[in-house]
């Protein structure tokens, strides 16, 4: 019956038969697509299932996965369904709001409250260490990080320095590493 509806509907806007080929009077007299042509791809409801894939559970059985497996896509497809018949109305919204908290205050409430974890005690329990109360570690010294004192030496300066051969200094008269220009006795 709604397809028929629909047909009639085509054929007043101009559409041949139901055809998708339109005239060009036709496509200037559309207001919007009809729905019998709107594809889920185009709609924001495309991505109507949940974005984690939710198999870390491990369990003795493969049957008991699979239910719990199936228990929460039905979830998912519930909630998604609620939200949908919601539509843009603030009530109707509102009202799955108010549902929503009232689901969660009884499952704190299953739980413990308090036993909800949070990511500190998820990564407590991951590294296997508490954090504790009193920071017992010192800031470190302030170090001076820009420039040097003193010019580093480049590789082929330590080199000359290692093969220097000992030469004869006329100043402190010994066979030494140095002349008489850079003597030590002489700086004294």
Same mark, same amino acid.
Request: hydrophobic share 40%.
């Given at each position: 019956m709604q397809y028929l509806e629909q047909e009639r509907m085509l054929r007043k806007e101009g559409l041949n038969g139901g055809g998708l080929r339109l005239e060009k009077d036709a496509m200037h007299s559309l207001k919007e697509i009809l729905a019998c042509f709107k594809v889920d791809r185009w709609t924001k409801l495309v991505a109507k299932k949940p974005i984690f894939e939710l198999d870390t559970i491990v369990s003795t059985s493969h049957a008991q996965v699979g239910q719990q497996n199936r228990m929460i896509s039905d979830t998912w497809s519930r909630l998604y369904k609620c939200m949908d018949l919601a539509g843009r109305d603030v009530d109707k919204l509102q009202y799955v709001i108010n549902a929503a908290e009232s689901i969660q205050q009884k499952l704190e409430e299953?739980? =413990? =409250? =308090? /036993?909800? /974890?949070?990511?500190s005690t998820d990564l407590q329990t991951y590294f296997g260490c508490t954090v504790p109360d009193i920071v017992e570690i010192q800031t470190p010294p302030v170090s001076v990080t820009k420039g040097r004192a003193k010019r580093m030496k480049t590789g082929v300066e330590k080199a000359v320095e290692q093969q220097m051969h000992a030469r004869m200094c006329h100043y402190c008269m010994q066979v030494t590493s140095h002349d008489s220009r850079n003597c030590p006795e002489k700086r004294n």
């Open positions: 299953v739980v =413990g =409250g =308090g /036993s909800m /974890s949070n990511a």
